[in-house]
C-alpha cells in the first residue's frame, strides 16, 4: 500500500452567491481537472442570519449533480417538479439535475442562529447529461456511522466504506463521501483507491496529512517544495488535494480533526461552465442558455 502525497494544501476563500450569501469557496470555477468529477465545493457555515437568509432564489442547473450536507440550521427548496422540503442538521440532499431543473435554496439558521453545510457540486458524463432529473433525500439517522476500534468516526453518505454502504445509490462517478472524526493526537490511515481522484477538506480541530517519507505536511500552494519550513498543519476551511495512493493518513492535532473525505473516478471529458450549468461543448451551453430564453429548458419530470 502506498500512502498519498499531498499535492497542495489551500484555504477556502470568501465569496458571495445566490441573493447575497456569504459563504467559503475550497474550489470551483477554475482548472478542475485535479479534482474531477468533481466541480466545486462550497462551504456554508455561517453564524450571522443576515449573511445568509437572502439565500439562493429560483436558478437553473443542468448536466450536474449537487450534494447538500447539513450540519446546523436547515435549507428549505422547492423545485419546478413540485418538490418541497427541508434539509436539516445531518441531512443530506443529493439532487440530480440532468437535463435541467429550476429550484430554491433558502437557508434558515438554529435558535441560535447557526446555519452550517456545505455544497459539493459532481459532474455528470455526457451520456447522462440529458437524464431525467432527481432527488435522493436522506436523514440523518439513515447515514451509516461507524466507529473503529480507535475512536474514529465515520459518517457514511455515499459509496462504500469499511463494509458499509451509504444511503445514495445510482450516481455515475461512485463517488464515496465520508465525515471522518479523528481523536486528539491519533495518527489514522484511510483507504482511497487508487483510480480515484481525492480530497480532505478540514472543518474542525486540526492535523497533519503525511506523505510515504515521514509525518511532515506538504507545502500549500504559495510555498515551493524546496523550503524547509513546510506548515505545521491543516486547520479549519483548509482543503487538501492528494496525488495518487492507495490510502491517505492524518495525524489529529490537540483538540482531533473533522473533515471531509471525498473521492471519485475521473471522467475525463471536456468541461463547458458558465454559472449552474455544465456541459461538454461550447454548443451545448449556448443551446441551454437559449431554451432558458426560450422557455423550452426543462424536459422531462423527475420520480
Not at 70 to 77: D, M, N, Q
Not at 130 to 150: C, G, L, N
Not at 185 to 201: C, D, I, M, Q, S
Amino acid at each position: 500500500m502506498s500512502i498519498r502525497p499531498v499535492k497542495k494544501v489551500i484555504k477556502s476563500k470568501p465569496t458571495m452567491e445566490g441573493a447575497g450569501v456569504h459563504l467559503r469557496r475550497a474550489f470551483g470555477f477554475g482548472n478542475t481537472s485535479d479534482y474531477d468529477p468533481f466541480l466545486l465545493l462550497d462551504d456554508f457555515r455561517n453564524e450571522t442570519p443576515e449573511d445568509y437568509l437572502a439565500g439562493f432564489p429560483w436558478h437553473p442547473h443542468r448536466g450536474i449533480e449537487t450534494i447538500t450536507y447539513v450540519l446546523a440550521g436547515t435549507v428549505e427548496h422547492g423545485d419546478s417538479m413540485g418538490n418541497r422540503g427541508a434539509i436539516a442538521s445531518g441531512d443530506v440532499q443529493w439532487m440530480t439535475a440532468g437535463s435541467g431543473i429550476i429550484h430554491q435554496e433558502m437557508p434558515k439558521g438554529d435558535p441560535t442562529g447557526r446555519m452550517h453545510g456545505f455544497q459539493l457540486w459532481a459532474n455528470l458524463p455526457s451520456a447522462l447529461k440529458m437524464t431525467p432529473p432527481r432527488y435522493q433525500e436522506v436523514k440523518s439517522e439513515e447515514i451509516p456511522q461507524i466507529t473503529d476500534d480507535d475512536g474514529t468516526h465515520v459518517r457514511l453518505v455515499c459509496g462504500n466504506f469499511w463494509g458499509k454502504k451509504g444511503p445514495v445509490v445510482g450516481i455515475a462517478a461512485d463517488p464515496i463521501y465520508i465525515d471522518v472524526s479523528v481523536a486528539a493526537g491519533r495518527r489514522k490511515t484511510l483507504p482511497v483507491e487508487h483510480t480515484r481522484h481525492a480530497f480532505a477538506y478540514v472543518f474542525g480541530g486540526s492535523g497533519k496529512f503525511c506523505n510515504a517519507s515521514g509525518p511532515l505536511t506538504v507545502p500549500t500552494e504559495s510555498v515551493q517544495w524546496l523550503d524547509t519550513a513546510p506548515p505545521a498543519k491543516a486547520e479549519n476551511r483548509s482543503l487538501i488535494l492528494f496525488d495518487s495512493g492507495d490510502e491517505v493518513t492524518v495525524q489529529a492535532g490537540d483538540d482531533g480533526i473533522r473533515f471531509l473525505l471525498v473521492s471519485g473516478k475521473p471522467l475525463q471529458e471536456p468541461v463547458a461552465w458558465y454559472g449552474p450549468i455544465v456541459m461538454n461543448t461550447q454548443e451545448q451551453l449556448r443551446d441551454a442558455f437559449n431554451e432558458l430564453e426560450k422557455g423550452t429548458f426543462l424536459k422531462e419530470q423527475g420520480k
